[in-house]
């Protein structure tokens, strides 16, 4: 089975819009971590934002938010007010097991997003 | 500071040839990570490194080999280059930790003809 899923193939946003891109994951583990990372055109990978499985409360960094449901394994990525910048592949990636011989990320086949003037 | 440093940018190679990619970071992270990335997919991970003198095998090392003689380099070696080992090849280093994340570099472009 898949450890980190995203399924849209890809997706449309006019600028200033929000938009959010699906993850869900699969993991026995009680702790991990997931990641969104953004892969723009010039083929970079930057990271975005991250969630624990043990946060209380949604992860938010500026434009980016995570709505993270965990019983239903999801981490969404939400950005609001779309830029014309904000074009690019996305990436969820997860880690699993607080261990210093695993600290592996796996990742998902990504989203393209494209922003539309 | 320059972060994660990968060398060439971008390579051709016939069957057969080898060639070692570099990876240099300058942030004194003891881990290190290779992966590599298909047209349209996520990353896979090739080797990783725990410190220096320490690696072990990722999703996908058929065909590679590595080294880490050295905290800040960690070269990623092919041998005998296949077609199937045309790739954009993504350097990473971080430290351990839930939720560390990981910097990576810019890419290396393989094309294997």
């Known amino acids: 089975a898949q450890k980190i899923t995203q399924t849209q193939p890809g997706m449309f946003v006019q600028e200033k819009e929000a938009v959010t891109l699906d993850c869900t994951y699969d993991t026995s583990d009680p702790s991990y971590g997931l990641f969104w990372y953004k892969q723009p055109s010039s083929g970079e990978m930057i990271f975005l934002i991250y969630q624990g499985s043990y946060d209380q409360q949604n992860a938010t960094e500026g434009r980016y938010s995570l709505n993270f449901q965990k019983a239903r394994k999801s981490a969404n990525l939400v950005i609001s007010a779309s830029q014309l910048g904000d074009s690019a592949m996305y990436f969820c990636a997860m880690r699993e097991a607080y261990t210093g011989a695993n600290s592996k990320l796996t990742f998902g086949k990504g989203i393209t997003l494209s922003v539309r003037p | 500071n320059a972060g994660v440093t990968q060398t060439p940018k971008f390579r051709i190679l016939k069957i057969g040839q080898s060639m070692t990619l570099q990876c240099t970071q300058d942030m004194n992270h003891n881990y290190m990570y290779w992966y590599r990335q298909d047209p349209g997919m996520g990353l896979k991970l090739i080797y990783y490194?725990?410190?220096?003198?320490?690696?072990d095998k990722g999703e996908v090392p058929n065909g590679y080999n590595v080294s880490r003689s050295t905290t800040e380099d960690f070269p990623l070696r092919l041998e005998l280059a296949a077609p199937s080992q045309t790739s954009v090849y993504f350097c990473a280093s971080g430290e351990p930790g839930l939720q560390e994340t990981q910097y990576f570099g810019p890419g290396t472009r393989l094309l294997v003809l």
């Open positions: 490194s725990v410190g220096a003198g320490i690696t």
